[in-house]
């Protein structure tokens, strides 16, 4: 098995993002993440801020959104989701590469050799993060954990039709809360 | 995290038992799998064939029994429940282990130190396993898997109101088909 992309899914706090940054350094290949929404918004003519407000990390109504505009056509948020899709594949054409969150699985799943990953941990764990790393200041962390999860899931489910957080979809699931970054980032670059 | 007692959760056909047992082997400790139906079989006055028949394994029609005959009080495989998380509580406390499947992840939850794995892979590659590991010889091994799949989910749910194989219930999930026997091994014992 020669996995050349590592796709990490992740829920929010459980700290795959810096999961998958140090991957990517261990084994001296590219992390696209915020990366990824620069490039979108180069591709779609949006702004960068524009892009993440409309993909998996709104904060916005997009679920409103979606139901109420789809009738009337292609949304903004399906328009860059083609434009995302055609980004992600581009640059896992380019060559080895750590892809963080933007259903990456789901848009590769035919089109390149994939190490597929989900990084999980508890709603305490998460929240305790999200205060202790991101420096969030709301008085209830779980609360908004909770609520982003909600629409990652959403999001996820809308456009891939999987269930977000099904075991069955990665090769790998590891939670971070229990295990530590660290021994999480060990177990991954040892698949590669 | 000194994990004291390895619990593992598969798929049928995904070779769960056999990473079980290649854990314990590697680290030295008990890995209890078909000694349990033997410990539960004695402390019930049930042969091993009747409580292997009644568990998570059943062929028969479990669910038709619980279903008429809860309303009578305890069912045959209720009584097993509680003998069964009781034998798998003594063995916890014994000292170190492997145990495979029999809900221990969730019997254990509060009582020992746990490392909980789940193991999945593919219906085909499971399908593909069980002819040629187990020697099975039904005309359609993929429905047999999920047959199995389907009586475990229900009996896990009932049990544990807990979902069979969301990731966010176990500490790490391998797909045993991608990965392979031997990595799934080697995963789980650096992780002990």
Avoid at 38 to 55: D, F
Avoid at 75 to 101: F, H, M, R, Y
Avoid at 146 to 168: E, L, N, Q, S, V
């Amino acid at each position: 098995m020669s996995n050349r992309v590592i796709t990490i899914s992740r829920e929010f706090g459980s700290g795959g993002r810096t999961i998958g940054r140090k991957v990517a350094e261990k084994l001296g290949i590219p992390c696209y993440d915020a990366e990824l929404v620069q490039k979108i918004a180069e591709e779609s003519g949006y702004t960068a801020e524009y892009v993440e407000e409309e993909s998996e990390h709104t904060e916005g109504s997009w679920l409103s959104t979606v139901l109420s505009d789809r009738s009337m056509g292609l949304t903004n948020q399906d328009k860059l989701w083609t434009i995302q899709s055609k980004v992600i594949i581009e640059l896992a054409e380019k060559g080895p590469c750590v892809i963080v969150g933007r259903c990456a699985d789901y848009v590769l799943r035919d089109k390149a050799d994939c190490l597929n990953v989900f990084i999980h941990a508890s709603l305490e764990k998460r929240a305790e993060r999200i205060v202790k790393e991101y420096g969030e200041t709301d008085d209830t962390p779980e609360e908004r954990v909770k609520d982003k999860d909600k629409r990652r899931a959403a999001y996820h489910r809308f456009y891939t039709d999987m269930k977000w957080g099904d075991a069955k979809n990665y090769d790998i699931c590891l939670n971070s809360g229990e295990l530590g970054i660290d021994k999480c980032v060990e177990l991954i670059c040892s698949l590669y």
